[in-house]
């Protein structure tokens, strides 16, 4: 198994109130689309209640970052008491959902994304070797491209949900 590291440690973003949950996935979906990542979708998980829905969704996109590295993130939604409400907005009916989102961000880059330097202790000492010494280079900018990806990120949901300009102010 590739040796991991963690970069982007359980950032968390919660916001209650209007948003539309078909919109706010599809943003998540198109930004890793655009960058060129490979997409997953580990859970998709909705459960009906009195309250009103819950739902739990886990994305775990990855990017191949060379022959030696993998970048990996981690978004974990869950989405409680989601209720789908009707707004009037400019004479315009719109279907909205309501309820509260806490969301979870990791980050990783992985070493040896294949696995070829765990076969012995020897190639394992080397692979450790080049890494702290030789490549810490390249760990360092692929280190600053998920840190990059995963802000960005953020700051795109927190202006889709129109929080962002509220969140230093409180």
Request: glycine content about 4%.
């Amino acid at each position: 198994m590739p040796d991991r590291t963690i970069v982007v440690d359980h950032i968390k973003f919660s916001y209650e109130g209007l948003f539309n949950m078909a919109e706010l996935h599809k943003l998540i979906g198109e930004f890793f689309y655009n960058r060129h990542w490979d997409f997953n979708e580990q859970l998709n998980e909705e459960l009906i209640t009195p309250e009103g829905k819950q739902i739990q969704i886990v994305y775990a996109p990855w990017k191949n970052a060379g022959n030696y590295y993998k970048i990996k993130a981690k978004v974990k939604l869950i989405a409680a008491n989601v209720k789908d409400v009707e707004v009037e907005h400019d004479n315009q009916v719109l279907r909205l959902n309501q309820g509260l989102i806490r969301m979870t961000f990791d980050g990783y880059v992985f070493f040896d994304r294949k696995g070829l330097f765990i076969t012995s202790p020897f190639y394992w000492f080397i692979a450790v070797l080049f890494n702290k010494y030789f490549f810490k280079k390249h760990y360092e900018k692929f280190e600053r491209w998920i840190e990059h990806d995963m802000d960005e990120l953020i700051y795109k949901i927190k202006n889709f949900l129109n929080t962002y300009k509220y969140y230093y102010q409180t």
